[in-house]
Every structure is written in structure tokens, then in C-alpha cells.
């Protein structure tokens, strides 16, 4: 079974560019999910995607930051104007679920490296 | 609210046992555990549910206290592969929406 793909693995922007990151999650999950990964701290949740519903983007900063996932399969997160601050590993993850379901397994994909000049 | 982890990092011999604690101010549905090693994504290893209901791999055990919201990953008979950084995710809202801890960091030296 492939796992989540991400794309690009790397990438590095001046501060007030724009970027997009792209993600397809493990066929069949109807969750996805955004995480943004700050050097030495844990994954923290940006968005989370039933489908192509939002379930949870309380944390996303929604001045600069958008995301979407149109046909409930991949999906797009994208940093407009981008800051300093944003350079971090941005991961996708998906779960199966299929409804309000507790407890299922996340699988992450390998992340996306973003460094602002 | 996000979980505290405890140590913050740990220093074994090949063969020694370790503990890394998790813990919430929350009341929660599920505790999952990642391990991550450097520039590489999270790999699952356990989740443990609220009611006593555990899903994971063999040879890593954990615990969950329901009542103190705590969780506790045991690492017994380590082996270099168990290096990496250990994260405890939260969930207490019943969405699969997870919180995750500042991480343990864990280095097994032959």
C-alpha cells in the first residue's frame, strides 16, 4: 500500500513570497491532515479535512495561511505572504475514518522542509 | 492544552529499559505514540483507548491511567534502532484531533 506523498521535499523562499505545498494521501482515508513541525517540538495541527469538509482549523493562521482539498482525495496548503517564522516541516497525514470516530491511526508522509530568507 | 512529556531526553545502553511519561490536564479519549527519527517522518507505534482498548506493535508496551490522565511508553531490552525522538499525541475531543507533547528524546549507544 503506497503511504502519503508530499511534495516538494524541500524548498526555500524570501520572506513575502508566496508557497504551496501539496499532499495525496493513502488511498480510501477520508481524513487528512496539516501539521507544521518547528525545529525540536512536536507536530502542531494546522487543519484537519473530513473529506473535503474542515473539521478543525482553530490553529491555522488564516491571514496567511489557506488550504483545501476539493475533491476529498489531496490536497493543497499554501503561505501567502510567507515569514520568517514559517520555516519549519509542514506534514501531511491521513486516517481512515469515516465518521466521529476516537482513536484512529495518523500516517504522516515525509514532510515538506520550508526555510524563509 | 498540550501534553507535558517526561524526560526530556534519555541516554541508554544497548539492553537497558526506559519510561517516558505523558501527561494532560485534559480529560482524554485516546493517547497515541510516535517515534521520529531525524529528518524523517513520524512512525506510528501505539495508540490506547479510553476503556482499556490498546492497537500497536508487539514489542513496545504502554499504559494508560484514565483517572490522571497519564500515559506511560516502556522501552525494555533497547536496541540502537529505538533511537529517535518519542511523541505522546492527545486527543480529548473525540475527533481524532491530536495534541502533541514537546517530544523525549532517546539515544541508545551500543
Known amino acids: 500500500e503506497a503511504g502519503v506523498a508530499q511534495s516538494p521535499r524541500y524548498k526555500i523562499i524570501e520572506k513575502r513570497q508566496s508557497v504551496a505545498f501539496w499532499c495525496n494521501p493513502i488511498?480510501?482515508?477520508?481524513?487528512l491532515y496539516w501539521y507544521q513541525q518547528i525545529l525540536g517540538q512536536g507536530p502542531k495541527l494546522l487543519i484537519q479535512f473530513q473529506n473535503n469538509g474542515v473539521v478543525d482549523d482553530s490553529q491555522l493562521p488564516k491571514d496567511r495561511f489557506s488550504a483545501e482539498r476539493l475533491k476529498g482525495v489531496d490536497s493543497t496548503l499554501k503561505i501567502q505572504p510567507a515569514k520568517l517564522e514559517d520555516s519549519a516541516v509542514y506534514l501531511c497525514?491521513?486516517?481512515?475514518?469515516?465518521?466521529?470516530?476516537?482513536?484512529?491511526?495518523?500516517?504522516f508522509g515525509p514532510g515538506t522542509r520550508l526555510l524563509v530568507l | 492544552q498540550q501534553p507535558v512529556q517526561s524526560p526530556q531526553a534519555v541516554i541508554l545502553r544497548e539492553g537497558e529499559d526506559a519510561v517516558i511519561n505523558c501527561s494532560s490536564s485534559k480529560a482524554l479519549y485516546s493517547v497515541h505514540w510516535y517515534r521520529q527519527k531525524h529528518g524523517e517522518a513520524p512512525v506510528f507505534l501505539m495508540i490506547l483507548l479510553k476503556g482499556g482498548e490498546q492497537k500497536g506493535h508487539e514489542k513496545i508496551s504502554a499504559s494508560f491511567n484514565e483517572k490522571k490522565q497519564q500515559s506511560s511508553l516502556y522501552l525494555t531490552a533497547s536496541q540502537l534502532s529505538y533511537s529517535g525522538t518519542y511523541f505522546c499525541?492527545?486527543?480529548?475531543?473525540?475527533?481524532?484531533?491530536?495534541?502533541f507533547g514537546k517530544g523525549t528524546m532517546l539515544l541508545v549507544s551500543p
Open positions: 499525541g492527545t486527543e480529548t475531543s473525540g475527533y481524532s484531533t491530536l495534541t
Open positions: 497525514a491521513s486516517s481512515q475514518n469515516r465518521g466521529s470516530v476516537s482513536g484512529e491511526t495518523q500516517y
Open positions: 488511498s480510501g482515508h477520508a481524513t
